[in-house]
């Protein structure tokens, strides 16, 4: 695992005042949060999900709660875990917050609450009423999304890592170094990996398997125009990539970073499209792995979602 810490030493007043009342603040925040949430889902009858939201909060919770009231034995905790990371810098801090915010945003609010809910009470939405897709939403969603994602890879590397901001691009892999190359590589295997999902779907349907359909895919596609369709597909390859392979992969490992890809996606809602993610996700790792630069695996993800939102917008019209 690359979690290092090198370069300067922490700062000569560790866990300073307004980085603890500041986290109190955050921790009070996230608490009356998730109290309105539990509490409107309890309204509804929806007890498993509110359990869910609740659960999903308290990493978060505790990560703030503890910085405020006990931050030594917090930095000790987490030294085990993490040798390099020494949250008496309160930059090292900030980095720790930020991560720990995408991951509550992604895998706490999203993943645990839809699970609970599709157990619960399938096909409804944890906001309650109809949910409706619109390209501004999905775009102002997928803006939301890039800040989750590219955040806490630049916070940690400047603060955690000690490289300067300029060095980012290259801690991420992100180089012009035999850029051609890594391009057209990865936009051939995402289509030479289009082509074999195509032949397996295809031979499952001859054998008589029905396969479950991507509805939210289909929803995507049906509110996007062209544009739109192209915009997100940019958008989600370069901040995805960036986060599950520039800065994950490194160091968690190509099948951990996977099965985390994979999981933030639980809102396609069938165990097919979770198995086909996942594939992506090793398949993505290992284009990084193998040309050492992320340029390669982004070109992947965007041919790959380019063309199935394409395939998808021009199958509804």
Do not use: C
């Not at 369709?229 to 994950?248: D, I, K, Q």
């Amino acid at each position: 695992m690359e979690w290092t810490h090198a370069g300067e030493a922490p700062p000569t007043t560790p866990y300073p005042a307004y980085a603890r009342v500041l986290a109190a603040v955050v921790a009070l925040a996230v608490t009356l949060f998730t109290a309105d949430v539990a509490l409107a889902l309890l309204a509804r009858g929806l007890g498993l999900t509110a359990a869910a939201a609740v659960l999903g909060a308290l990493p978060l919770l505790a990560l703030f709660a503890l910085y405020a009231i006990a931050p030594r034995a917090l930095t000790a905790g987490v030294k085990r875990v993490a040798p390099g990371v020494d949250l008496a810098d309160e930059g090292a801090f900030f980095a720790v917050a930020l991560l720990a915010t995408a991951l509550y945003a992604i895998y706490g609010l999203s993943v645990l609450i839809e699970s609970a809910l599709f157990i619960e009470a399938p096909g409804a939405s944890p906001l309650g009423g109809e949910v409706t897709l619109s390209s501004d939403a999905l775009l102002m969603g997928l803006v939301l999304n890039g800040v989750l994602l590219l955040a806490p890879p630049l916070a940690w590397i400047v603060f955690v890592n000690r490289r300067r901001v300029d060095e980012v691009p290259a801690a991420l892999d992100l180089t012009t170094r035999k850029l051609g190359v890594s391009l057209a590589l990865g936009a051939g295997t995402a289509v030479a990996v289009i082509v074999a999902f195509a032949l397996v779907v295809t031979a499952l349907l001859a054998a008589g398997v029905v396969l479950p359909e991507n509805e939210q895919a289909v929803a995507i596609a049906r509110a996007l125009s062209i544009p739109a369709a192209l915009a997100v597909a940019v958008g989600s390859s370069v901040t995805e990539e960036v986060f599950y392979r520039g800065f994950l992969l490194k160091r968690v490992g190509i099948l951990a970073q996977a099965a985390l890809f994979a999981v933030a996606h639980v809102s396609y809602g069938n165990l097919v499209q979770l198995v086909v993610t996942f594939a992506l996700g090793v398949v993505f790792a290992l284009l990084v792995r193998r040309t050492g630069n992320l340029m390669a695996p982004i070109a992947a993800h965007f041919t790959f979602n380019a063309i199935m939102l394409l395939a998808e917008r021009f199958a509804t019209t």
